[in-house]
């Protein structure tokens, strides 16, 4: 019975780590990858998302997809604060690689080297790849 | 002829393959992903620049806006709305879309 009682109160919380590798609107992965994050913080699990290679570029500031006809998901990078989920993750190769800064980012984030990434995907139960 | 490319250079080579095919007097369209080469500190900066003496290379306004990137673009690259697109595939005699 204990355990039923465990099981409905939703039991083990895991960590949860999303690794967004793509530019976002060229194709449907950044999109989908915020979808997936926002479903696993309704089930109250510990979150964090990392940002290599192209992924980086889902975070810039001053998007405006007006004049391609997509719905610009840029704002909901930073309702995930709302959410509790604040382990933003950014790997400072990939933004140096592309000319870019914290400062070109519409979110605080955690710029981290490759090695460290590495050591916090290493920590997790869960990664998942978009 | 007018080489037209999608694909980010940092996650397919069809950029580089492009540029490495368009003789002499050639335009190159960049869209979707692809206008990321046509940025400052983008590692195709410097393929992108040694090919413009020679290749007119142009870039879709709407792509970049999109991307936040319409303030990050390379001196010397065209930028082009949707009209300026279909003036340029009428412009020239053939078209080909790196996929």
């Known amino acids: 019975m204990s355990d039923e009682m465990d099981m409905e109160e939703g039991g083990t919380i895991k960590k ?3 690794v967004n590798r793509k530019a976002p609107y060229g194709t449907i992965y950044a999109l989908e990858s915020l979808e997936v994050v926002l479903i696993s913080a309704a089930f109250e699990q510990d979150v964090s998302l990392a940002f290599i290679d192209d992924g980086v570029y889902q975070l810039m500031k001053n998007i405006n997809t007006d004049g ?3 719905k610009s ?3 909901t990078y930073r309702a995930l604060e709302g959410y509790d989920i604040e382990k933003l993750y950014v790997e400072r190769e990939s933004l140096e690689a592309r000319g870019l800064s914290e400062d070109d980012l519409v ?3 955690q710029v981290v080297g490759a090695a460290e990434m590495a050591d916090l995907m290493n920590e997790q139960d869960v990664v998942l790849s978009f | 002829m007018l080489h037209i490319v999608n694909k980010s250079p940092s996650e397919r080579n069809s950029v580089d393959t492009c540029l490495g095919h ?3 007097g050639s335009a ?3 869209i ?3 206008v990321y080469a046509a940025t400052a500190g983008n590692m195709s900066e410097a393929k992108v620049k040694a090919a413009m003496p020679n290749v007119k290379v142009y870039a879709l306004g709407p792509d970049l806006a999109a991307r936040g990137m319409s303030a ?3 001196d010397g690259v065209n930028v082009v709305d949707y009209g300026g697109f279909v003036d340029l595939v009428a412009e020239h005699s053939n078209c080909q879309s790196w996929l």
């Open chain 2, 72 to 74: 990050r673009v390379l």
């Open chain 1, 16 to 18: 949860f780590m999303f």
């Open chain 1, 107 to 109: 979110v605080d984030v």
């Open chain 1, 68 to 70: 391609i006809e997509m």
């Open chain 2, 32 to 34: 979707e992903d692809a």
């Open chain 2, 22 to 24: 368009a003789k002499d």
């Open chain 2, 28 to 30: 190159v369209l960049l």
């Open chain 1, 73 to 75: 998901f840029s704002k």
